[in-house]
């Protein structure tokens, strides 16, 4: 039972209990015990209570299995919602223990503090879990200890502490893997899912829970799995995927239903009416709120309990009883038991609430309020790489807020709340601790930073009802209406598969690139001459796609990259710091590559020397330094002092890590156990690089976070200090490298900046003589893209 293999142990328990059947004998008591904890860790906790209710004889009043029978009946109870009943269980098991049974304090204070975790007192359950991890490290007891671990994980989670949370749970992961604690695996990886689902990375929660639904049908636990499987409905609903989500849950209604949980079950209930209420069923939504809002009365500040009030009132708003919603989101913004989460968006709410009954100082008091309460808990959040995903789940609640500037016809306010949101992590990377302080208050003048600059801004906001784009140029700022986001996305989708293969803008591959050139830029082309410098800021699915690639259909179709220069960047704040930092004079490289290979994965590249060869020759001696073969290793580029380099370019294989982008890694020479030059010990080391050039596959990084952009290599690179970095959005091909590479040296040379160059670089391979040249085609020229620092 200990170890999660609950199917066996309760058929085994059973049969002794077939063989112990005689409530004289002290056996049948212990099977019979032990038979409802296995069902109360099966969550059928009115079975459990069932099995547990008979009274034990006199000769067990103050024995062992009285000590476990109260713990048990504790845990059913709370399970159940009999919150005064499950606090006196645990507290009789408790002095029973203390007085009979010291041995059993360490299970004792386990139970305890899932009791009060389940009843919602959080500050007695972290006290609970912590005395049992003392007790368990002091008697050895490594499932007890790996237990204790998870409970901390969860409280920390509840607590809103996800560095913490983190941190326990992998440690319990790590203990539990290391015993083959199943029961505890399952719980660990459900545990691990919820925080990074409340973190906002939701790629990483949803094969969290897919893991926590394995161990789970390892265990038998068919109730886990269920569990988790909701899990996953509440990813796909913030994703917007309501007919997935909505598939999942009916199914676990039912089963909750039969188990008696009715926390599970008014969390199940809450999360369909959600759903009903997203597709406009505001019938079914009340239904299921209703039943929901019974499971809760018991347990008023529990977070279903609030959750069911938040729904209350969205079905009030949709009813437009303005006044009954308004109650009903006070009731939750102002309640000290809810979470970060659902009081940010009852003050969204709130907010919209009061811009619809032409409200609008009132509206933009708890829209701030409400962007307010999401800073807070997103500044909580201490280690760089869960906080990069943070605003994936609050993301919509700055959308709203743009969406009611935008209405009053305040065009450039809702231009700096969408800058609130962009390139926060890397901002305050690169920060000094004083201007980190302010970031979160930033005020940024477009159209200084467009003339400082000589040149025009496209701002995107790619969004659910409504997308924008505003242009900013040195005189004016205009803004225009875009295509919702299941308009645009796939046919982003759909055009960089098709660039693969493309040979030119006349290609039958092309349609989709018109279709976005219409989409993206062509309401906002006679702010565009052909000629401009264009600074490109991207969101959501936008920041895969190079559009330089994009196709202008008159005078005859050609690409965007023949009419303008293209920078990508990440945020106005971080252009403005660009704009007044003076470039790096002096002409000095760190060149890497043309490693070993390390292993079969990352073969030789055939073309790496002649493309070291090539910008090594544009670089007098003493001010380059070359790290090449079995000197070119991670710790030689630490230890070579890059920020000395005006210049650093990388010839070798790159990773990108979707699930764990500061995992992203530079391919280097083997020393030791490691050949891995990785993200996250490059944003170590500062730098002062005009220009890094990773040579690469995927050097861009394969992930997106809402308001931060690719994450990966080139992100490192400037969150390192670099002023401009040029990273690949897909393979790099070994063939055509070094001749763009070659081509790009060669017009730095001349004075050229980093902008210019690559374009340059980039159409003398576009306008190449030979015109059956395959390095004519998109794949070979298109995937470098330059992104600008700070």
Known sequence: MRRGELKRALEETETALSHNNSRKTEWHWRFQVLKAEILDREGLGYESLRVAGEELPVSLADSDVAVRRKLTQGLASARVQRSADAVRFVTDGEALARAKHPELLGEVALKKGTVYFLTGDIVEAESGYRKALEIARGQKDPILETSALSGLGVVATRNERYDEAVEWNRAALRLSQAIGANYSLAQILGNMAWSYRELGDFESALALYKQAIDASARSGLVEGQTYWLTGISTVYYVQHDYEAAEAVLIQAVDLARNQGDKRILAEYLNDLSEIALEEGRVDFAEQYNREAIDLGRNVPDQPEAIASLLVQGRIAEDKHNYSEAERLFQRVALNTKADSSQKWEAQARLAKDYAERGSSVRAEKEFRRSLGTIETVRSSVQAEDLRLSFLSSAISFYNDYIEFLILHKRIEDALQVAELSRARTLAEGLASTTEAASVSSRSVQPRQIAQNLKASL?????????????????????????????????????YRKALLGMRDAQDAGASDGKQLYAMLVEPAKKLIPRGSRVILLPAESLYGLNFETLIVPEPQPHFWIEDVTLTTASSLTLLGSSATRPATKEKSLLLVGNTEQPNADFPALPQAPAEMNKIEHYFPNPNRKVLEGKQATPTAYLSSNPERFAYLHFVTHGTASRTRPLESAVILSQEGDSYKLYARDIVQHRLNASLV???????????????????????????????????????VSDASTPQLMDALYGELSQGKDPATALRDAKLGLLHTADSNSVFKKPFYWAPFQLYAGS
């Open 458 to 494: 496209l701002f995107y906001w790619i969004g659910q009802n409504n997308s924008y784009l505003w242009v900013i140029t040195p005189t004016k700022t205009a803004y225009f209406k875009l295509p919702k986001a299941s308009e645009i996305e796939p046919v982003v989708k759909s």
């Open 693 to 731: 050039t990773i040579s690469a596959c995927n050097g861009s990084g394969t992930r997106a976070y809402s308001g931060e952009g690719l994450v990966g290599l080139s992100w490192a690179f400037l969150r390192a200090g670099a002023h401009n970095v040029i990273g690949a959005l897909w393979e």
